[in-house]
């Protein structure tokens, strides 16, 4: 658990730093940036997981170089996510998905109008529009004899919400079953802004390779908001 939140901590930072990255992202209300990050956190974890896999060994590389095989990852603590995830990564791998299709991907995962409780959701779906059209382009360039793939490849984001839906259940039977505290980026990331209770123990039953890295202090003293999620 411990190296778990570690890992997933060290991801969150990154996820924020590459969202403040997204043109109009920083001109959205600071409800509406915390409100995406916590609705788009675990899809882009996921997706961020599922192109570190190898098929050969069938193993998944973390961001810190720990690789794992089914049956280690189902004993660290995804349990039955673990066949999910890998199921999900097996049919990324047909599309051969880049770095930079798997950022656009990530991009519009996050920057998304459809999200409940959003103030400006059509200002959202407008920095959406040049999102999926760049991943239209360069996905016909790079695939000019393949004019279907782009909706292919856009139809993963709805496997990726059902996985981080049933991820966040998960991950809070884990808390519950697991003692010591929740990192507060964690913390947040789990107060569920898609409509419905926070996803707490007493209420329950690469984005892109070349991202920039920060540390946590780098998020904190940024000055944006006093939520984990955009600090």
Known sequence: WDKFSELATKCIIKIVEFAKRLPGFTGLTIADQITLLKAACLDILILRICTRYTP???TMTFSDGLT???TQMHNAGFGPLTDLVFTFANQLLPLEMDDTE???L????LICGDRQDLEEPTKVDKLQEPLLEALKIYIRKRRPSKPHM???ILMKITDLRSISAKGAERVITLKMEIPGSMPPLIQEMLEN???HEPLTPSSSGNPVEHSPSTSPSSVENSGVSQSPLVQ
């Not at 990530?106 to 995962?109: D, V, Y």
């Open 56 to 58: 050969e060994q069938d």
């Open 106 to 109: 990530s991009a519009i995962c």
């Open 193 to 195: 802004s898609e409509g």
């Open 150 to 152: 782009f909706p292919k």
């Open 102 to 104: 798997t950022g656009l």
């Open 68 to 70: 794992l095989n089914r």
